[in-house]
């Protein structure tokens, strides 16, 4: 693969801004992510050093002022946090990476810099961490609260899950970021195996051709490992694609899960997209108790408030996993559960299967389990009004139907029904 074409759509698609400087740290190459996030555009940092875009601070000293002799033995990239000041001078903190590249006699002639901001990570982790203890608070106020407040706190659930969200993110960046470090030195390997041929070629040219230094040549080759370092690269594009792909996935499951529809207001949705967006977030929650099965239907686009479903969904999921859990706890702590996820199209509705194989639900209570504040959770861990809310959202609201099938011991089954055609109480108007 062509090194400059990959080059160019890391450069491209990396939420990390990239920065190439000379030995003295002039500007020669960045990407669209580094003037996004210093305010300048590419033509002016061109023209500016490294020490233009950073806060001349003792961290920023140490890499750039005193340690180049220390790459230089090491062969090392230097990782750390430095502060960044844009061009209306404001300040911000990256997570740097700081790659030396060395000429055939291992003198520094390229610094390459990845930075990623942090403060939008921490901001993440921040703005759930928020949710979390806002969550925390509607619990203690519980008692004098109305449902219908509750029903308002749409992130509730994402608040809980803020911790394991930050953990999935954190994964792929990881990797990415690591597989950035190996990648920068195959580049200076191939680099130094061009530079060896462009030496035969213009040997060829004075001294005539010659096998000797063909059989050099190859030498060079199987010193750098420059078949596996072919193949490896090819591998590591995938997974770094995977990487971001996943980070992407992620972020935009967040982005619809809390904002897919306006307040009150009823769209096109689609409950396998919806389905399928609600996984992201609750995976982290399944991945060590449970495999998900997830056989999605062709059916047809519904009428509804597709944030308010999603969070039904994600309320019944949770509560699954809750149960499977607590069989792991109580009964075999070998126990691994089974989540099937199942759509399909049926008498004017759709329809939305969550079936577990936890602890189940005793008869005596499956007509209670609907009713604000039933709980069997300990105090702290289940408020008792997921599923009350989730009534309240398909029954009421949509005009659908909420169902449960239980045996105790055995597992339980929630189904969601959706009318395809939601009349309207006031004007009695279909939708298409
Ligand atoms: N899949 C399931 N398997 C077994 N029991 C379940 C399942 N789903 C719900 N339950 C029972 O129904 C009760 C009520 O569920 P509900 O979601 O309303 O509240 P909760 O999960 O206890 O608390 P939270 O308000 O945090 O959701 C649960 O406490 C549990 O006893
Ligand atoms: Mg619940």
Redo the contacts with the bound molecule.
């Keep these: 693969m062509d090194i400059n074409y990959m080059y160019k759509n890391i450069k491209k698609y990396i939420s990390d801004s990239i920065i190439v400087t000379d030995s003295e740290g002039n500007i020669e190459d960045v990407n669209p992510q580094t003037e996004k996030s210093w305010n300048y555009s590419c033509d002016e940092l061109l023209r500016l050093s490294i020490g233009q875009l950073f806060l001349l601070d003792d961290n920023f000293q140490g890499v750039f002022e005193n340690t180049k002799s220390k790459y230089v033995i090491a062969l090392k990239t230097w990782m750390g946090e430095l502060i960044a000041v844009d061009k209306n001078k404001k300040t911000f903190r990256l997570e740097v990476i700081v790659c030396p590249t060395l000429d055939e006699f291992t003198k520094i002639i390229k610094y390459i810099l990845i930075c990623k901001d942090v403060a939008n990570t921490h901001g993440l982790i921040h703005d759930l961490e928020e949710k979390d203890k806002k969550l925390r608070e509607s619990y203690e106020a519980l008692s004098n609260v109305q449902l219908s407040m509750i029903q308002e706190d749409k992130m509730a659930n994402i608040g ?1 899950l803020s911790a394991g969200i930050a953990h999935e993110i954190n994964n792929p960046l990881g990797f990415i970021i690591s597989n950035f470090g190996t990648l920068e030195k195959y580049i200076d390997k191939l680099f130094l195996i061009i530079n060896s041929y462009k030496n035969l070629i213009n040997s060829f040219k004075t001294e005539g051709f010659s096998e000797e230094a063909i059989e050099r040549l190859n030498k060079e080759e199987r010193k750098v490992d420059l078949d596996f370092i072919t193949s490896d690269i090819v591998e590591l594009f995938k997974d770094t694609e995977d990487g971001i792909e996943r980070v992407r996935k992620i972020v935009v499951a967040m982005k619809n899960f809390a904002h897919s529809t306006v307040e009150g207001e009823f769209q096109q949705y689609d409950i396998n997209e919806g389905i399928t967006q609600t996984l992201v977030i609750a995976k982290n929650e399944l991945k060590y108790n449970a495999t998900v099965e997830v056989m999605l239907g062709e059916i047809p686009f519904v009428q509804a408030q597709g944030n308010e479903i999603n969070q039904t969904i994600l ?2 999921i ?3 996993s ?3 859990k ?1 069989k792991q706890q109580k009964i075999d702590p070998n126990f691994f559960g089974q989540l099937t996820i199942k759509t399909y199209c049926e008498n004017d509705y759709v329809s939305c299967v ?1 079936e ?1 194989n ?4 005793p008869k005596e ?1 499956q007509n ?5 504040f ?4 300990p105090i702290g ?10 009534y309240d959202t398909i029954v009421n609201k949509h005009r659908g139907k909420l169902e ?1 099938e ?1 045996t105790l011991g055995i ?2 089954k ?1 189904t969601i029904k959706l009318p395809i055609l939601l009349e309207k109480e006031d004007e009695g108007v279909t939708n298409e």
């Design positions: 809980q309320n019944i949770i509560n699954a809750h149960a499977i607590e969550i577990d936890g602890t189940g639900i209570v209670k389990i609907f009713e604000p039933y709980t069997t959770k861990k289940g408020t008792g009004l997921g599923l009350s809310i989730a449960v239980s597992g339980a929630f």
